[in-house]
């Protein structure tokens, strides 16, 4: 069993949060703004930890992986076409500066 964190908390996140709770871990699931009627569709919200945070914030992440004793990081996290197209330098910031975040943890200072 891994303490994992889930990024992102729309389709894809809360079905791989599912598959990770049916398999044993503990789930933190992530998202700017959680669509709890929509992730409890899909996921017992009861079996896993949401978290309102940022992707882009590096120190809140490595906050929250203390906090968590996380393990183990599956990056769903990002802006789609529509929402990216009206504000492309937060697009950036959230679809490349979030994965950086996720996948340099030592740079973020985890």
Excluded at 10 to 15: M, R
Aim: no cysteine; aromatic share 2%.
């Amino acid at each position: 069993m891994q303490r994992v964190l889930v990024t992102g908390a729309g389709i894809v996140g809360s079905h791989i949060a599912q598959r990770l709770v049916q398999q044993g871990h503990d789930v933190v699931l992530l998202d700017l703004d959680p669509k709890l009627s929509h992730i409890s569709s899909i996921v017992d919200v009861t079996n896993i930890n949401i978290v309102k945070a940022d992707v882009t914030d590096a120190s809140m992440l490595a906050t929250l992986a203390e906090q968590y004793q996380i393990e183990g990081i599956i990056h769903t996290a990002v802006m789609l076409t529509g929402p990216s197209q009206q504000a492309p330098a937060r697009s950036v910031a959230v679809n490349i500066g979030g994965a950086v975040n996720v996948m340099e943890p030592h740079a973020a200072g985890w």
